[in-house]
DNA sequence: CTACAGCCTGTAGTAACTACGGGTACAAGG
DNA sequence: CCTTGTACCCGTAGTTACTACAGGCTGTAG
């Protein structure tokens, strides 16, 4: 139970190479998503077993974590790959990196705006409703007005 | 100039007939989505000219001004579908209306919340740089931190 | 008569995956 | 030894809501 060889792991919890799969459970992102990163070069193609397989190392499994982090703050993969091409260059300052930090905080701050603008008329207009059973609704003649 | 014939209208400002630009320009719907809109079925398949392009009447204008509005206040396109069901069945009820719409505000106010505690992580982490030339970054750290 | 705008159709591209189909590889149980 | 089950392989299609062509016809103004 210590020596999880499908998923790759050897000793101790210390990972020195990891399947897929075993990549895919330790960090939370889908299988296919691996593969897909893969693809569009977000992820390095790993080296291969014998019989094909992926086989992933610590390396990989930081840079799948800094990926996903990345993501659930809601940059968008072309956001992501302006920050790892910054980290890959190594030659990246802090300041550039804020730079990408604070338009994304803008763009969401914008998003929360039109969200709240959405969440009042939608309030508005669901309370002029008497939730009669008359065919006669105040929503549908705000959505159908001249 | 007040009988613009290539818009498909007539006189004194009042509509007969439309083609596919006039509807684009007065609901402000590209014409491409009008088209697309009318291929999965939530727009109906207007009569044909006889050289074969599309007469919209003021029922059109109407509807699709109501689909405009709804995709406008957030309502993805299947929800506009059950809202337009609703409608084209003639016996929706102010409630079930209003279910629909609440059940929307709902996802908004999901969605803002979301969205803030992302604008408080990001603020954060950005707080946390000086901003310097060196490569030591601590919004990179906190991405790839273990 | 010749531009040029406007319309037609159908398909591909966008974002970021997810899911599927069809096939191979390998370990454990009987 | 064989079977069963899981994990992996690849490539493609589906998702949402459009947008953008490509290639061709029509219709009108100068």
Redesign the pocket.
Request: glycine content about 14%; cysteine-free.
């Given at each position: 139970m210590d020596s999880d060889v499908?998923d790759g792991e050897v000793t101790g919890g210390e990972v020195t190479a990891l399947?897929?799969?075993?990549l895919?459970r330790r960090t939370g992102v889908?299988?296919?998503?691996v593969?897909?990163y893969e693809n569009i070069g977000i992820m390095p193609a790993p080296p291969r077993s014998?019989?094909?397989?992926?086989r992933y190392d610590r390396e990989h499994l930081k840079r799948l974590t800094f990926v996903k982090r990345s993501?659930e703050l809601g940059f968008?993969?072309?956001e992501v790959r302006a920050l790892l091409a910054l980290v890959d260059g190594g030659d990246y300052t802090c300041g550039e990196v804020q730079d990408l930090t604070l338009k994304h905080l803008r763009d969401v701050r914008d998003k929360i705006a039109d969200l709240q603008r959405l969440e009042v008329t939608l309030a508005e207009i669901s309370d002029k409703c008497a939730r009669g059973t008359i065919p006669d609704c105040p929503v549908i003649e705000t959505l159908f007005r001249d």
């Open positions: 499908t399947s897929i799969g075993g895919s889908h299988l296919e998503t593969r897909y014998a019989a094909g397989h992926r993501r968008t993969l072309k």
